[in-house]
């Protein structure tokens, strides 16, 4: 398979992708720097590495004579491959792919995959099943490459055929502290094929054919990420949650940290894919030199922490640029052992994916006190201005804010303000930020505030609950830092807006779509109890102060507090920054069984959207069904039953002319569920 971008092709849609379909599978050709190989402005790529092609050295030479012969209008498309103009047209492949977290480099989770659709959604059957290993919160995403489904469960990785579910085989590492990632990573250089599983603190290769560690990786097909970071491995604590990024031959390795000191810093690092050794690394936390440096307090690198992309990353293949959105610095809500704006904490970095170089960046937050991270990857998709194609990064954090970028750039598509923020007192020693960035469109996906109308209405003995609790809580405009040793509202909350399933994006007709929590959330700053002579906590240098932690806004029951909807599903029209629908999403079962619909659940997992106008996502944490949405209106189609909640991220693929999509399912969130367990469940249309 084939994806080819066009600049010069007149009966194509201009800047459009097609896909290439033939004898030989698995290339992506898009326009960038022209290669003398493909003709004018066409570069070919690995679709499984995301490598460099040269048709001269391998087999896709006969396929270039036919994108030649289509750039200068000489040849038919009726010929050995088929040429599909994205999502305009149904792909042609038999067999189509998911082969990525996010479903592409970019993260852009769409497929041009149109089988099932409006019409027939509601008719989707399971066809396989495949047990996780047991009651746990699974927030895997599987991928999908060549006919085969990989992903990890509670304690094994697994390759299954993606048709059947069959097992090809499965691995079970040792189980260490962390965990299990959000996802895999797939690379392949047309012989070899590798999975790299990053889990807790390590980076594991292995065999993509057989399941077995690949000893020349590594140490004995481990890398230790808390090596080669800061100081000695043991006085790191990396735990990976997402997939390392891949472009070429190298691997983009990005956190996760402790969000309290002691934390190690969220360099973010380049490895060779084939043996394991460290390229390069990007310091989230500046050292003397660096830009950004005089934005923490001196030696800050010595022994700062956070500013990590726990998210992950998405990857701009044809500019071989890397896109890291961080979160903040060590501690969350005490910055007065950090004082200064921070950067790269709550970033979004464009870095040099060969080099590690930054080439831009942009700070959303400043001095963050609030937890506001970036949860999730940004996405790369395109919109129009001024009546060009212009390709873009979306981005969203924990505020429910929406930044858009030139990509090459990092121009904001729509104006940014530098704004003063409401002094507020912070806890003895630190100091808030007195402005900070604020776009004028698009507008934010939750509230940024809230009042006592602002407080649920489930019953009469939920609002008094809720009331009772927030008049004894500080409650300001927004970026109001936690106070000392009193209990301060924050919304959207640690929980808010977009989570770590990421958006989707519609990359034809310039649309994104958001699931989001609409929740609230509190914390205080307090004093930090003696150390216990002997104990951990007199070993390890910790902040002058402790939080209350992450305490979510519930009633008596454990609803949340405030008003519904609790979570929404939003489409953005990315060219006029303005809304297209926003409905409420996911629902508790028990209260849509008292008539009270349409309240919204907190929910985590994206979806994905196809070119046939739908989007199929489950992601509630209470709700065991997957819903399938009309793109254009937000229109509900159908709804699946699920075996548990899915809260991973569902992958859609095309194995022998069948389309499919398959979650993995788990009850961990799902406390009122009678059901307990996981399970990777595939669905199809009846053959």
Known sequence: MALIRWRSVPHLRANSIAVLAGSTANFFVETGAARDECGPGVDIYSTMSGRF??????????????????????????????????????????????????????????????????????????????????????????????????????????????????VKWEYTPPPIPGRNPRGVTYWTDGKERRLIVTRGGMMDALNADTGKLIPAFGTEGEVNLNEQLRGPASENRVTMTTPAGIYKDILITHGGVNETTPSSPGDIRG??????????????????????????????????????????????????????????????????????????ANSIIAINATTGKKIWHFQVIHHDLWDDDFTCPPALTTMVRNGKTVDVVVATPKTSYIYIFNRETGEPM????????????????????????????????????????????????????????????????QFTPPAFNKETIVVPGFNGGVEWGGLMTDPVHHVAFFNANREATFTSVMERPPAVPGGRGEREPHSRYRTQGYQSFVDQDGYPATAPPWGTLSALDLNTGKYIWQIPFGEYPELAAQGLKDFGSQNYGAGVVTASGILMIAASVADSTFKVYDTKTGKLISRTKLPFPGMASPATYMVDGRQYVAFATSSGRARRSPEKGSMLVAYALPQ
Do not use: C
């Open 53 to 166: 092609v040269s048709p001269a050295k391998s087999s896709v030479r006969p396929f270039m004579k036919i994108i030649r012969g289509a750039v200068f209008g000489a040849i038919s498309l009726l010929s050995t491959a088929f040429l599909i103009v994205y999502a305009a047209t149904p792909p042609a492949s038999k067999n189509v792919d998911y082969p990525y977290y996010g479903g592409d480099a970019g993260g852009m989770r769409y497929s041009t995959l149109t089988q099932i659709n409006a019409k027939n959604a509601d008719q989707l059957k399971e066809v396989w099943r495949y047990d996780l290993g047991g009651v746990a919160t699974i927030e895997n995403q599987p991928i999908v490459v060549n006919g085969i489904i990989y992903g990890m469960g509670l304690r094994t990785i697994y390759a299954l055929d993606a048709a059947t579910g069959k």
């Open 271 to 344: 490895w060779d894919v084939r043996t394991g050794k460290l390229l390069w690394a990007f310091h989230t936390i500046p050292y003397p030199g660096e830009e950004g440096y005089e934005t923490w307090p001196k030696d800050a690198y010595l022994k700062a922490g956070g500013a990590n992309a726990w998210g992950g990353v998405s990857i701009d293949i044809k500019r071989g640029i890397v896109f890291a959105t961080t979160g903040s610095g060590a501690d969350d809500f005490y910055g007065g052992e950090r004082l200064g704006d921070n950067l790269y």
């Open 414 to 477: 729509y104006p940014i303000d530098e704004k003063p923020v409401p002094p507020a007192p912070t806890a003895p020693g630190d100091a808030a930020s007195p402005t900070q960035p604020i776009p004028r469109m698009p507008p934010p996906l939750s509230w940024q505030t809230i009042t006592e109308n602002d407080l649920t209405t489930r019953s009469p003995e939920a609002h008094a609950f809720a009331l009772e609790h927030f008049k004894k809580m500080l409650s300001g405009p």
